[in-house]
């Protein structure tokens, strides 16, 4: 390591309270921890081993270090559950850079904080620093979950990145499509290309073959030589999203294009091969976008080598309050403030909305919340008021029903929701079973009782 000033290092990122140092073969060379009460390991515990020696339940793949030193770029504000060697889950949050000597990559610097301890979660406030490159693509650790669905699209990423099939992303407006597909494309060996994203509702069919295909001079009035955005992204990454938005027509030549991998530009006979992945994204359905002709059922089998469906997050319990922690972190260091977290009516209410924005809808409340906020904790008169409305009404219909609900009844609710709650956070029926503290046996009757998929 030489010259390496480790104190300066530490230094910049003061925010943290614990730091870790590689090799390029992830051993560890150095470690400082201030958090002696919940890694109270010595040094010879910990240097001379890896990262996965150190949580032998972690994956190579889900692992920052490992990752960068495999890829050679920067990983920011990265959050992961680990278990200490006391058996304490805790929940961190992760910068890990790469250590690049003559081009190459020797080590690693991995430097985290503490978010969480079990269910404890402490207020977070993100570090400020700048990011190189000019554009600033989405990873799979971007990815902000406790939902074990969630966890099964990360993990899949790195083992679809690399290949050149097609993929089709299903998900709900807000559900965060494009972010999978940058996750895609980040993950693979197309990273150094082009990653090109059009929405194909937001063009008019008259003008979409020419965005998509291009055009040369003369083809009609005004037309200039304008490579389209297949060509732009030779090499690289397409991704098109709302494609059962197309027109039939247009899908045909989108068909073609990928089939054959060449395009023609308007106006023109010569055909331009293509080197390019397609991603693709539907917000509905798309077997019954196939069956209402919204989509060819022969574009549909070509764009669904490999489909991806985003959970919505109403059905991702767990990951609402995981999530407003996240973004209380990103306006906080983006406006310069230090709110401390939701009231427990603000959480009672997020808990119960039905959520049809989605992520997308949860991040702009909060950032709205950020800007009329006058305490360190955001309440329901900081919420905009078609939420409060929608609650209010949702919450007299619900006490309506519970009224004419035995006592039973009204048990059998709250127990189906922690079940819902569980199955959403653990990766599997056993492991659910595990956090609500009963068999694997009764979990699985309790499902089918309710009717519930483990």
């Given at each position: 390591m030489g010259t390496l000033n480790i104190e300066r290092i530490l230094n910049m990122y003061n925010y943290f309270d614990g730091a870790i140092i590689t090799d390029e073969k992830g051993v560890i060379l150095y470690y400082s921890n201030f958090r002696t009460d919940l890694y109270d390991l010595k040094l010879k515990e910990i240097v001379g081993k890896t990262i996965l020696e150190i949580h032998p339940e972690m994956k190579e793949e889900d692992s920052s270090i490992m990752?960068?030193?495999?890829?050679?770029?920067?990983?920011?504000?990265?959050?992961?559950?680990l278990t200490t060697p006391h058996g304490q889950e805790i929940t961190n949050i992760y910068s890990t850079l790469p250590i690049i000597q003559n081009g190459k990559i020797i080590g690693a610097i991995d430097l985290s904080r503490c978010i969480a301890e079990g269910n404890q979660r402490k207020n977070i406030v993100l570090p400020k620093y700048e990011v190189d490159?000019?554009?600033?693509?989405?990873?799979?650790?971007?990815?902000?979950?406790t939902s074990s669905k969630m966890k099964g699209i990360k993990q899949l990423i790195p083992r679809i990145a690399n290949t050149d099939s097609s993929v089709l992303i299903y998900g709900e407006t807000g559900t965060g499509k494009?972010?999978?597909a940058q996750s895609i494309h980040t993950g693979g060996n197309r990273i150094s290309k082009k990653f090109i994203s059009q929405n194909c509702a937001a063009i008019p069919t008259t003008l979409l073959e020419s965005i998509l295909f291009g055009t040369v001079k003369g083809s009609y009035t005004g037309a200039e030589d304008r490579p389209g955005l297949f060509e732009s992204a030779n090499g690289g990454t397409l991704f098109l999203d709302e494609i059962n938005s197309m027109d039939m027509v247009m899908q045909v030549k989108i068909l073609k294009a990928i089939e054959e991998k060449k395009i023609t530009r308007i106006g023109d006979n010569k055909p331009i091969y293509v080197d390019v992945k397609i991603i693709s994204a539907v917000n509905e359905d798309p077997y019954g976008c196939v069956k209402l002709k919204k989509l060819r059922e022969d574009l549909f089998y070509r764009l669904n080598t490999v489909q991806i469906d985003i959970p919505p997050l109403r059905e991702r319990i767990a990951d609402i309050s995981y999530l407003t922690d996240y973004f209380i972190a990103v306006y906080n260091s983006k406006m310069n403030k230090n709110v401390l977290g939701v009231t427990e009516e603000v959480k009672e209410i997020f808990e119960y909305y039905n959520w049809p924005g989605n992520v997308r809808e949860l991040r702009n409340i909060i950032e709205g919340a950020f800007n009329?906020?006058?305490?360190?904790?955001?309440?329901?008169?900081?919420?905009?008021?078609?939420?409060?409305?929608?609650?209010?009404?949702?919450?007299?219909r619900l006490e309506a029903c519970n009224r004419n609900l035995s006592l039973a009844e009204k048990v059998e609710l709250?127990?189906?929701?922690?079940?819902?709650?569980?199955?959403?956070?653990?990766?599997?029926?056993?492991?659910?079973?595990?956090?609500?503290?009963?068999?694997?046996?009764?979990l699985n009757y309790k499902l089918t009782k309710y009717g519930l998929k483990g």
């Amino acid at each position: 390591m030489g010259t390496l000033n480790i104190e300066r290092i530490l230094n910049m990122y003061n925010y943290f309270d614990g730091a870790i140092i590689t090799d390029e073969k992830g051993v560890i060379l150095y470690y400082s921890n201030f958090r002696t009460d919940l890694y109270d390991l010595k040094l010879k515990e910990i240097v001379g081993k890896t990262i996965l020696e150190i949580h032998p339940e972690m994956k190579e793949e889900d692992s920052s270090i490992m990752k960068v030193l495999k890829d050679g770029v920067p990983i920011y504000d990265h959050i992961e559950t680990l278990t200490t060697p006391h058996g304490q889950e805790i929940t961190n949050i992760y910068s890990t850079l790469p250590i690049i000597q003559n081009g190459k990559i020797i080590g690693a610097i991995d430097l985290s904080r503490c978010i969480a301890e079990g269910n404890q979660r402490k207020n977070i406030v993100l570090p400020k620093y700048e990011v190189d490159g000019s554009e600033n693509l989405y990873h799979a650790n971007d990815i902000i979950t406790t939902s074990s669905k969630m966890k099964g699209i990360k993990q899949l990423i790195p083992r679809i990145a690399n290949t050149d099939s097609s993929v089709l992303i299903y998900g709900e407006t807000g559900t965060g499509k494009e972010l999978i597909a940058q996750s895609i494309h980040t993950g693979g060996n197309r990273i150094s290309k082009k990653f090109i994203s059009q929405n194909c509702a937001a063009i008019p069919t008259t003008l979409l073959e020419s965005i998509l295909f291009g055009t040369v001079k003369g083809s009609y009035t005004g037309a200039e030589d304008r490579p389209g955005l297949f060509e732009s992204a030779n090499g690289g990454t397409l991704f098109l999203d709302e494609i059962n938005s197309m027109d039939m027509v247009m899908q045909v030549k989108i068909l073609k294009a990928i089939e054959e991998k060449k395009i023609t530009r308007i106006g023109d006979n010569k055909p331009i091969y293509v080197d390019v992945k397609i991603i693709s994204a539907v917000n509905e359905d798309p077997y019954g976008c196939v069956k209402l002709k919204k989509l060819r059922e022969d574009l549909f089998y070509r764009l669904n080598t490999v489909q991806i469906d985003i959970p919505p997050l109403r059905e991702r319990i767990a990951d609402i309050s995981y999530l407003t922690d996240y973004f209380i972190a990103v306006y906080n260091s983006k406006m310069n403030k230090n709110v401390l977290g939701v009231t427990e009516e603000v959480k009672e209410i997020f808990e119960y909305y039905n959520w049809p924005g989605n992520v997308r809808e949860l991040r702009n409340i909060i950032e709205g919340a950020f800007n009329i906020i006058g305490s360190r904790f955001i309440q329901k008169e900081n919420l905009p008021q078609y939420l409060i409305s929608r609650y209010d009404r949702e919450s007299e219909r619900l006490e309506a029903c519970n009224r004419n609900l035995s006592l039973a009844e009204k048990v059998e609710l709250y127990e189906k929701r922690l079940i819902m709650a569980a199955l959403d956070s653990s990766p599997s029926v056993t492991a659910a079973a595990d956090k609500l503290k009963i068999s694997k046996q009764a979990l699985n009757y309790k499902l089918t009782k309710y009717g519930l998929k483990g």
